[in-house]
């Protein structure tokens, strides 16, 4: 994974070191996200909705960020993700997972798990009206997916790390408490593409003197185009709305 190393290593020396937050802040959030997977997984694509009948889960995830006044330090946010799809379906002779094929059509208890955990680096350019971070991901994969059938099955074990940009872009409405935000994680290196995008609205009031409270609606996609990670080969999208609480202090 040299390219991706040369990756990671151009994206910390671009970032700035001198932007950081002006006050120290600590925000925690949680919330669900209504994913629906659509695509194909394996050696034989294998088709994830009219194939193994998957559908849309909900699947939840949390978060929290640390801000910080200290200019050569980056802030840090750590986020976890759920992304759980079971289901069961007729795999037909021939359809390979991982290099294993099944030899006799049967049917098959459906498996697949892509939850992983990120570990963002990001500096603040901007923080007033406009709000503009920049950093870099690093993304901790912990699933497998598997096809169990009566006389076979296939299972990867995924486990892997992924560095990745990271954005934000926010825009708040003067006195309205409302705040629109675009972020995304990406790379895209040979045979390896995962974009991780995220739009949405937040409308934050006061609960405490020392803290904010927020509700937020948006929606998130998730694009994984991959040629071999532990094994998984990989053409899917994964996306849908989600809704999530906010707690700032």
């Known amino acids: 994974m040299k390219p991706v190393s040369q990756l990671l290593s151009a994206a910390i020396a671009l970032t700035p070191l001198t932007a950081a937050a002006d006050f120290m802040g600590l925000y925690l959030g949680a919330g669900s996200w209504q994913s629906a ?34 200019p050569l330090l980056p802030n ?19 359809t390979d997972l991982n290099g294993n094929p099944f030899t006799t059509s049967q049917q098959a208890d459906i498996s697949l798990d892509l939850t992983h955990t990120d570990a963002t680096f990001y500096y603040e350019l901007l923080d007033n009206i406009i709000d503009l971070d920049l950093g870099v991901t690093a993304r901790l994969f912990d699933g497998e997916a598997s096809l169990v059938g009566s006389t076979q099955q296939e299972t990867i074990e995924l486990e892997a790390v992924v560095p990745m940009l990271y954005g934000k872009l926010g825009v708040a409405v003067p006195t309205t408490g409302l705040v629109a935000e675009l972020s995304a994680n990406w790379i ?9 995008w995220s739009a949405q609205l937040n ?26 990670l532990d094994e998984l080969q990989s053409d899917a999208k994964f996306e849908g709305y989600f809704l999530a609480l906010q707690l700032h202090f």
């Open 203 to 228: 409308y934050e009031f006061d609960v405490l003197p020392a803290m904010d409270a927020g509700i937020i609606l948006g929606y998130r996609s998730q694009l994984i185009e991959l040629d071999d």
């Open 37 to 70: 997977p659509a695509g194909g997984i394996g050696r034989t694509d294998i088709d994830l909705e009219s194939t193994l009948n998957l559908e849309e889960e909900s699947n939840g995830f949390a978060y929290m960020a640390i801000e910080h006044p200290l």
């Open 76 to 94: 840090l946010r750590l986020q976890h993700s759920e992304m759980n799809w079971t289901g069961s379906a007729l795999i037909t002779a021939g």
């Open 188 to 196: 895209n290196v040979d045979e390896f593409r995962l974009v991780d």
